[in-house]
């Protein structure tokens, strides 16, 4: 039993302590927890997680401990009780907007009307990247070609569009397991390339395969872009703070993109490479 105070007093006390510490901590962590909208969305940050992760291990044991010794130092209250339960609210209430604010984002992806584009620049084509499910929304991949030029990051739900001089490419995106397509382009043309997200070990592992007539779901090509957003890549930002700050890693990358496409059957092959006729 507490003592030197009247039983209702010294539980009150440490309530308003306690909540002045909260509240201190709940009003100024979201602003680190949530980086400010970058080109008008949510940027997600795997700091942030670290930070939120790191403020509900505090609150829990801090507030487990308090609360605990008032309801079991010899004496029920049934403030303390309704207390806990407002404050196991709080917290579950933090945790779910946090899994609803995160999202996957690029500060080099910009976001767009539709693309209503229908020009071509002299010998030059159009290759549109579309990932189309927010399965893995927490990432966002970084696709780059085998020469080490920046086409963008595939946001979920969302496409982007890279004008291209026609010629022969290798396209690779990061991941968990880094995947290649091989592209043959003409002039003149617009190819697809859609993004496969599967469940990795540690994080998602994105796939890029030839989305053309007659493959599987082109019949809804139409609707995928209906209901995705466009985003145009600020390229020039992106080469220089995406691939050319981290050169050594996008060496690897390439590296590992490169000797991932050899490693395919010819089945699988086949999936990830586009012809010229493919193009619409």
């Known amino acids: 039993m507490y003592h030197g105070a009247p039983e209702s007093q010294r539980f009150r006390g440490a309530f308003f302590r306690k909540r002045d510490e909260t ?9 680190r927890l949530f980086p400010p909208p970058q080109n008008g969305h949510i940027t997600f940050c795997i700091d942030g997680v670290i930070r939120f992760c790191g403020i509900f291990a505090y609150l829990s044991l801090k507030y487990a401990g308090t609360y605990g010794r008032i309801l079991t ?10 207390m806990g339960r407002k404050r196991l609210c709080v917290v579950l209430m933090v945790v779910m907007a946090a899994l609803s ?32 499910v927010r399965v893995g929304f927490a990432v966002t ?11 963008g990051e595939s946001i979920a739900k969302s496409y982007f569009a890279a004008s291209l001089p026609a010629g022969k490419y290798t396209f690779i995106v990061d991941g968990e397991n880094t995947h290649a397509l091989k592209a043959n382009l003409k002039a003149g043309k617009t190819y697809y390339v859609r993004l496969l997200v599967h469940f990795g070990t540690w ?12 493959a599987e779901l082109w019949e809804e090509k139409d609707k995928f872009i209906a ?8 390229r020039e930002a992106g080469q220089k703070n995406v691939v050319d700050a981290r050169a050594e890693d996008m060496k690897k990358l390439i590296e590992d993109g490169l000797k991932r496409f050899e490693s395919y059957t010819d089945a699988e092959k086949k999936e990830r490479t586009l012809n010229p006729e493919d193009g619409v």
């Open 23 to 31: 509240h201190r901590i709940f009003v100024k962590c979201p602003k």
């Open 73 to 82: 130092d010899n004496y029920y209250h049934p403030e303390a009780t309704m």
């Open 101 to 132: 604010l995160s999202c996957g984002g690029s500060k080099y992806m910009i976001k767009q009307q539709p693309d209503v584009s229908k020009g071509y620049e002299a010998n030059s084509c159009r290759v549109v990247f579309i990932r189309p």
């Open 141 to 151: 991949p970084v696709i780059i070609t085998s020469e080490g030029k920046y086409l």
């Open 203 to 214: 994080s998602p592992r994105f796939h890029l395969v030839a989305y053309r007539p007659g």
């Open 227 to 234: 209901d995705c957003e466009f985003y145009m890549p600020d």
